[in-house]
């Protein structure tokens, strides 16, 4: 009996020792480099390797289409961003890898909700993906030394930054090195509802009086949950800058200091809570009571309840898209009643780098300027990134007509009107998160938990801790 | 020989070697060093500059933290009783033999599964909102609802409500608590004249009390670490009011990377949790009952 036990028990151990190897000792097809590990082929031996036939048939295939110009290898990728953006990287990356045999791009996804936290934690342990799309802000509170990512001038003979101009390199360009490529500029404009704006009997604002008369005609005329506009914390926040920017013709921060007074932030602020008074913005409390995870995912904005929003210009399509059939989705003007300045800011939408512990710089870079630079790139990724600084990534896409009319109209109006600049840390993590100090502030006053000079107080305190950080 | 009796004697040590491993570098590992950087001012990306014991003097002086807290207590001793009770409750319904008790069980247990999923931040928002279905019922009836995820007086009922609701673990194991009850107890008291619930609160329960303080100490356990139901549903607010401390250490790990902080608040609530444990252990000899030979 002990005999059978024996044999039964070193069978089954036999068995599981060869699972075990079987399991181990091969990685599926697509999650393995098409040529040589990186780690194991330098780039002048990479090239070599590529030119060695090989008995895998796919392996073999590829070699003989790669020229020798580049180390086979393989990418990983990451971005965020919705589904129209996600099919269209994914077929740009399909169409990289097809025109560089031996270059595999794995991809990494996903929507916005969250995105931030993992890949702080993984550029803090240096585990990102090799190209990563970052926002802009990500450069200063990530990689204010250069450790996070690549200095890209190393790789400008390969990712043609002659395609963009001095000023916007200049955004991305962090401790003395070009840590970043941008992608487009934008900024915050009105959108509005030319729809429920008819049914009410007004046209769209074209001044802040307008706006504000809108509030009393749409409660009068439609009802009392009928706003021109819905305003959530962060877009009041960045309202309030573009309106004191307006009235006293400085930016917001300037030399690591905020430039207003706290009586000047209480008047910001009074000209926010004005909006809610005047019923020209739903209170945080309503728009909380929507349970919608965000405005574009909002039952009130998809049927026009909530007439108008102050969006990036980049987002037009995705709030335009979310509209029930039959309603007309317009891009509004700055206000010039609001001051006697041009407020408000443009930035680098977002950005693409390279990973300081990318092995394949050089093929990274390939990658990036193919995405971003190239007839075929960008002929897939069009718009879906917002209007293309690249200068030949625009030029195709005007030439083929692929630019989205909305989102054009949109950038081509914050680009002529903005004038101030914007400091990195206006979007820093303990202030603008929905926990951070603009959320607190904001949705404090319209609670009434705070009163003008409270909230301007808290929010000082809040923005010269980060600017002392 | 002596060779063969000590491999015969530790060859167990060489079977647990991966949970060991497992157990060194993902649980006492992090453990140890959360310790370690609670006294320190660690930032994710600046890394440790210096020693400190002010994470610990701000947890008892910043407002958001005490809030935090106070939200945390006010949640778990909302959501531990009444989870116990409807579990215990349905479980002794489900004990009956009754058509289709399997089916009833399933349904009962399935909100355990579903955890913090989308597919209840959806379901919980549609059912919750200004206009959602339990206002739209209550408007039926002529009641003005109130904004059950917009009013801080509210909100922090709504994420009660989802635990209370997810009692399908607890209960399976009252269940199996409440098949070990030997009948013959019933049916002695039956001829005794004892009705059910007199049965309940006399033979049931006191038999089951080892059963009820496991069920207790996990359920203090899992509620003060509680962090889905706020995270995916509200996020906390509103105006923090189910802002659970466990939310808190997120945002301030992984938002704010100000892990120091973080651990700091961490070791706040090990030591909320190993307070609580020791009292519900002295506690038990004097209301568990242990069926062995001391009997108690």
Same mark, same amino acid.
């Given at each position: 009996?002990?005999?059978?036990r024996?044999?039964?028990a070193l !069978?089954?151990a036999?068995?599981m020792?060869?699972?075990?190897?079987?399991?181990?000792?091969q990685? &599926?097809?697509?999650?393995? &480099? +098409?040529?040589q590990?990186?780690e194991q082929?330098?780039?002048?031996?990479?090239?070599a390797?590529a030119?060695?036939?090989?008995?895998e048939?796919?392996?073999?295939?590829a070699?003989?289409?790669?020229?020798?110009?580049?180390?086979?290898?393989?990418l990983?990728?990451s971005?965020?961003?919705?589904?129209? #953006?996600?099919?269209?990287?994914?077929?740009?990356?399909?169409? *990289?890898?097809?025109k560089y045999?031996?270059?595999?791009?794995e991809?990494?996804?996903g929507?916005?909700s969250?995105?931030?936290d $993992?890949?702080?934690?993984? *550029?803090?342990?240096?585990t990102?993906?090799?190209?990563?799309?970052?926002?802009w802000?990500?450069?200063?509170s990530y990689s204010?030394?250069g450790?996070?990512?690549l200095?890209l001038?190393?790789?400008s003979? +390969?990712l043609d930054l002659?395609q963009y101009?001095?000023?916007?390199?200049?955004?991305?360009?962090v401790?003395?090195e070009?840590?970043?490529?941008?992608?487009?500029?934008?900024g #915050?404009?009105?959108?509005w509802?030319?729809s429920?704006?008819?049914k009410?009997?007004i046209d769209?604002?074209?001044?802040?009086?307008?706006?504000?008369a809108a509030g009393e005609t *749409?409660?009068?005329?439609?009802?009392?949950?009928y706003?021109?506009?819905?305003?959530?914390?962060?877009? #009041?926040?960045i309202?309030?800058?573009?309106?004191?920017?307006?009235?006293?013709?400085?930016?917001?921060v300037?030399?690591?200091?905020l430039q207003?007074?706290?009586?000047?932030?209480?008047?910001g602020l009074?000209?926010i809570? $004005?909006?809610?008074?005047?019923?020209v913005t739903?209170?945080?409390?309503?728009?909380?009571?929507?349970?919608a995870? !965000?405005?574009?995912?909002?039952?009130?904005w998809?049927?026009?309840?909530?007439?108008?929003?102050f969006?990036w210009?980049?987002?037009?399509?995705?709030f335009?898209?979310?509209?029930?059939?039959?309603q007309e989705f +317009?891009?509004?003007?700055?206000?010039?009643d609001?001051?006697?300045?041009?407020?408000?800011?443009?930035k680098?939408?977002?950005a693409?780098a390279?990973s300081? !512990?990318?092995?394949h710089?050089?093929?990274?870079a390939?990658?990036?300027?193919f995405?971003l630079?190239?007839?075929?790139g960008t002929t897939?990724?069009?718009?879906?990134?917002?209007?293309?600084?690249?200068a030949?990534?625009?030029?195709?896409?005007?030439?083929?007509?692929?630019?989205?009319?909305?989102?054009?109209?949109a950038?081509g109006?914050v680009?002529?009107?903005?004038t101030?600049?914007l400091?990195f840390? *206006?979007?820093?993590a303990?202030?603008?998160?929905?926990?951070?100090?603009y959320?607190?502030?904001m949705?404090?006053? !319209?609670?009434?938990?705070y009163?003008?000079?409270?909230?301007?107080s808290?929010?000082?305190d809040g923005i010269e801790?980060e600017?002392?950080? | 020989?002596? %060779?063969k009796k000590?491999l %015969?004697n530790?060859?167990? =040590?060489?079977?647990?070697i991966?949970?060991?491993?497992?157990?060194?570098?993902? %649980?006492l590992?992090p453990f140890?060093?959360?310790?370690y950087?609670?006294?320190t001012?660690?930032?994710?990306f600046?890394g440790?500059?210096r020693?400190?014991m002010?994470?610990?003097?701000?947890?008892?002086?910043t407002?958001?933290?005490?809030?935090?807290?106070?939200?945390t207590? @006010?949640?778990?001793f909302?959501?531990?009783?009444?989870?116990l009770?409807?579990?215990?409750?349905?479980a002794?319904?489900?004990?009956f033999?009754?058509?289709?008790?399997? /089916?009833?069980r399933?349904a009962?247990y399935i909100p355990?599964? /579903?955890?913090?999923?989308?597919?209840?931040?959806v379901?919980?928002?549609a059912?919750?909102?200004?206009?959602?279905?339990?206002?739209?019922?209550?408007?039926?009836?002529?009641?003005?609802?109130?904004?059950?995820?917009?009013?801080?007086?509210?909100?922090? =009922?709504?994420i009660? /409500?989802?635990?209370?609701? @997810?009692?399908?673990?607890?209960?399976?194991?009252?269940l199996?608590?409440?098949?070990?009850?030997?009948?013959?107890l019933y049916?002695?008291?039956?001829?005794?004249?004892?009705? %059910?619930?007199?049965?309940?609160?006399?033979?049931?329960?006191?038999?089951i009390?080892?059963?009820?303080?496991?069920n207790?100490?996990?359920?203090?356990?899992?509620?003060? @670490?509680?962090f889905?139901?706020?995270?995916?549903i509200?996020?906390?607010?509103?105006r923090n009011?189910?802002?659970?401390?466990?939310?808190?250490?997120?945002?301030?790990?992984?938002?704010?990377?100000?892990?120091?902080?973080?651990?700091?608040?961490?070791?706040v609530?090990?030591?909320?949790l190993?307070?609580f444990?020791?009292?519900? =252990?002295?506690?038990?000899?004097?209301?568990?009952y242990y069926?062995?030979?001391?009997g108690?």
């Amino acid at each position: 009996m002990k005999k059978v036990r024996k044999i039964v028990a070193l !069978s089954v151990a036999a068995v599981m020792a060869v699972g075990t190897t079987a399991c181990g000792g091969q990685a &599926p097809a697509e999650q393995q &480099p +098409v040529n040589q590990p990186a780690e194991q082929a330098p780039a002048e031996t990479g090239a070599a390797d590529a030119q060695t036939p090989s008995a895998e048939p796919d392996t073999a295939a590829a070699s003989t289409e790669n020229d020798g110009s580049y180390e086979a290898c393989t990418l990983s990728f990451s971005w965020w961003g919705g589904e129209s #953006r996600h099919t269209a990287t994914l077929d740009a990356v399909k169409a *990289f890898e097809e025109k560089y045999p031996g270059i595999k791009v794995e991809s990494t996804y996903g929507a916005w909700s969250g995105w931030e936290d $993992s890949m702080a934690t993984m *550029f803090a342990t240096s585990t990102a993906p090799d190209v990563n799309q970052i926002n802009w802000n990500w450069l200063d509170s990530y990689s204010a030394d250069g450790s996070a990512f690549l200095d890209l001038n190393q790789v400008s003979d +390969v990712l043609d930054l002659s395609q963009y101009s001095q000023e916007a390199l200049g955004q991305c360009t962090v401790a003395g090195e070009l840590q970043a490529v941008p992608v487009s500029m934008t900024g #915050r404009i009105f959108y509005w509802n030319k729809s429920t704006f008819d049914k009410a009997g007004i046209d769209v604002p074209k001044t802040l009086e307008d706006l504000k008369a809108a509030g009393e005609t *749409f409660r009068s005329q439609l009802g009392d949950d009928y706003y021109p506009i819905a305003l959530g914390e962060y877009d #009041r926040m960045i309202l309030m800058v573009y309106y004191l920017e307006s009235v006293y013709g400085k930016p917001w921060v300037a030399d690591d200091a905020l430039q207003y007074t706290a009586e000047e932030i209480q008047e910001g602020l009074a000209f926010i809570q $004005s909006l809610e008074d005047a019923h020209v913005t739903p209170s945080i409390q309503t728009i909380t009571g929507d349970g919608a995870e !965000s405005l574009d995912k909002n039952p009130k904005w998809m049927n026009g309840t909530y007439a108008g929003i102050f969006e990036w210009d980049s987002s037009a399509s995705k709030f335009e898209a979310a509209l029930e059939e039959g309603q007309e989705f +317009v891009v509004g003007t700055y206000f010039t009643d609001m001051g006697s300045h041009q407020g408000g800011y443009s930035k680098v939408s977002l950005a693409f780098a390279i990973s300081e !512990s990318c092995a394949h710089p050089k093929e990274a870079a390939m990658l990036l300027n193919f995405l971003l630079n190239e007839d075929e790139g960008t002929t897939i990724m069009a718009s879906e990134r917002g209007i293309p600084l690249s200068a030949a990534a625009l030029a195709n896409c005007e030439a083929k007509d692929l630019l989205n009319a909305t989102v054009a109209e949109a950038n081509g109006k914050v680009l002529d009107w903005v004038t101030f600049p914007l400091d990195f840390k *206006f979007e820093a993590a303990t202030l603008k998160n929905s926990d951070g100090v603009y959320y607190d502030v904001m949705a404090g006053l !319209s609670y009434g938990d705070y009163d003008m000079a409270e909230a301007a107080s808290i929010l000082i305190d809040g923005i010269e801790e980060e600017l002392n950080k | 020989m002596g %060779k063969k009796k000590f491999l %015969k004697n530790n060859i167990g =040590f060489l079977f647990i070697i991966p949970w060991l491993i497992g157990f060194l570098v993902f %649980k006492l590992y992090p453990f140890a060093s959360s310790l370690y950087y609670s006294f320190t001012d660690y930032q994710l990306f600046n890394g440790v500059t210096r020693y400190t014991m002010e994470n610990y003097v701000d947890i008892f002086t910043t407002p958001k933290i005490l809030r935090a807290l106070k939200v945390t207590f @006010q949640y778990s001793f909302i959501t531990v009783p009444l989870k116990l009770v409807a579990a215990l409750f349905i479980a002794y319904i489900l004990n009956f033999k009754i058509k289709g008790v399997n /089916l009833f069980r399933t349904a009962y247990y399935i909100p355990s599964i /579903l955890g913090g999923s989308v597919a209840i931040a959806v379901l919980w928002k549609a059912i919750f909102k200004d206009d959602g279905l339990l206002n739209t019922l209550l408007a039926i009836f002529g009641i003005d609802g109130p904004s059950w995820l917009s009013d801080p007086s509210y909100a922090l =009922f709504v994420i009660c /409500l989802l635990r209370v609701w @997810q009692f399908g673990s607890a209960m399976v194991i009252f269940l199996a608590a409440l098949k070990g009850v030997p009948t013959e107890l019933y049916e002695a008291a039956t001829i005794d004249g004892a009705g %059910k619930w007199r049965q309940f609160f006399s033979i049931t329960v006191p038999l089951i009390t080892p059963i009820i303080f496991y069920n207790l100490v996990t359920q203090i356990c899992q509620a003060f @670490q509680e962090f889905n139901g706020p995270y995916i549903i509200t996020q906390g607010g509103p105006r923090n009011s189910t802002t659970l401390i466990s939310l808190l250490i997120y945002n301030s790990a992984f938002k704010n990377y100000e892990m120091g902080m973080a651990s700091a608040m961490a070791w706040v609530l090990f030591i909320i949790l190993m307070v609580f444990t020791v009292i519900a =252990f002295v506690s038990q000899k004097y209301w568990v009952y242990y069926s062995d030979e001391e009997g108690r």
